[in-house]
């Protein structure tokens, strides 16, 4: 009987009694250097295109790699697909460009998107790809600040830039200049020194 592999990282699964004074080559090769890339490889990837990751048994390939490296250049978003099946991965999306990259699952599923030089940690949830840590702040895209008239501007490894000018509901001024802000805030500056004066005698 030959040389069986392992259902998720295609490792080599010698028979007893095979493999008699070769072993060695067996183990070094479909093992021992499998598993180094396991937990430790590398696939960059660095052509903008969409691409399916190479799967093989016993063998080096791209969907073993523990981790997925985007240095391609674009616009367009682009889509990695990995076996449908447990694994995690740190994926970094280094792009030259604006682009955003998207990690899913054979068939396709939905699997989850990194926007530019975002890094994260990505795992297998039995039916999906999810993020499991990301150094984007989590909700970015979705945070609203209600009806305060602020929005975010921008958002750096989990800090929020805001917008905007605070309304009068909120304890603000809902302006930018004294003038209307006093015209919110129904400040009549005249009017108030006036009776100021009188209330002085």
């Known amino acids: 009987m030959a040389t069986g592999s392992t259902s998720l990282l295609g490792l080599a699964l010698p028979v007893t009694g095979e493999l008699s004074g070769s072993w060695g080559d067996v183990v070094n090769t479909s093992i021992t250097s499998l598993l180094d890339s396991a937990i430790a490889g590398t696939t960059t990837l660095s052509s903008d295109a969409d691409v399916t990751l190479s799967t093989t048994s016993l063998a080096a390939n791209e969907a073993r790699q523990a981790i997925l490296l985007w240095t391609a ?41 990194l926007v530019p030089a975002e890094r994260c940690l990505a795992a297998w949830n039995g039916s999906d790809f999810i993020k499991i840590a990301t150094t984007e702040a989590d909700g970015v895209t979705t945070i609203s600040f209600g009806s ?21 509901a909120n304890g603000g001024t809902g302006a930018t200049d004294v003038a209307t802000a006093q015209t919110n805030l129904q400040v009549d500056p005249a009017g108030t020194a006036v009776a100021l004066a009188i209330a002085l005698g």
Do not use: F
């Not at 030259?96 to 939905?110: E, F, H, M, N, R």
């Open 148 to 168: 305060t008239g602020l929005t975010p501007a921008t958002a750096t490894d989990g800090a929020v830039t805001v917008a905007g000018t605070l309304a009068v």
């Open 73 to 113: 250049s674009g616009t367009d978003l682009r889509t990695i697909t990995a076996p449908a099946a447990s694994k995690t991965y740190v994926v970094i999306n280094a792009t030259g460009g604006t682009q955003s990259i998207k990690l899913v699952g054979a068939g396709p599923t939905t699997g989850i998107t």
